[in-house]
């Protein structure tokens, strides 16, 4: 399901995944096949953890690269569901051909 509220989303952001929800800040992104194949990303992983311990691990991921790198934006681009998420955005096909626990693999390399 796909919704678009304007007001909810904070400044910088233009979406937000919420299992089973893709939230949108403005209807025209409905036509934006990256943004939306990399919010699919994120409803794929959140599902494969069972949704709750996906945002505890992406929060704690979060908090730990803020600590890391004293920058909310380098934390933020450098949790590994985001990194998978945006590595793969551009790809149509990745969710058929995507592996379970991929975003794993991005735990390590810094953006």
Not at 32 to 61: A, C, M, R, S, T
Not at 69 to 79: E, M, S
Request: proline content about 4%.
């Amino acid at each position: 399901m796909i919704f678009t509220f304007k007001h909810i989303l904070p400044k910088r952001y233009i979406a937000l995944t919420l299992w089973p929800v893709i939230i949108l800040k403005d209807e025209k992104l409905r036509c934006d096949p990256v943004l939306l194949n990399h919010e699919k990303i994120h409803l794929k992983q959140q599902l494969e953890l069972l949704i709750l311990p996906f945002y505890v691990l992406y929060l704690g991921e979060w908090l730990f690269r803020l600590c890391l790198y004293g920058d909310l934006h380098k934390a933020y681009k450098n949790i590994s569901f985001e990194r998978e998420a945006y590595q793969n955005e551009t790809d149509m096909n990745y969710l058929q051909k995507r592996r379970a626990w991929s975003f794993l693999s991005y735990l390590r390399a810094d953006v």
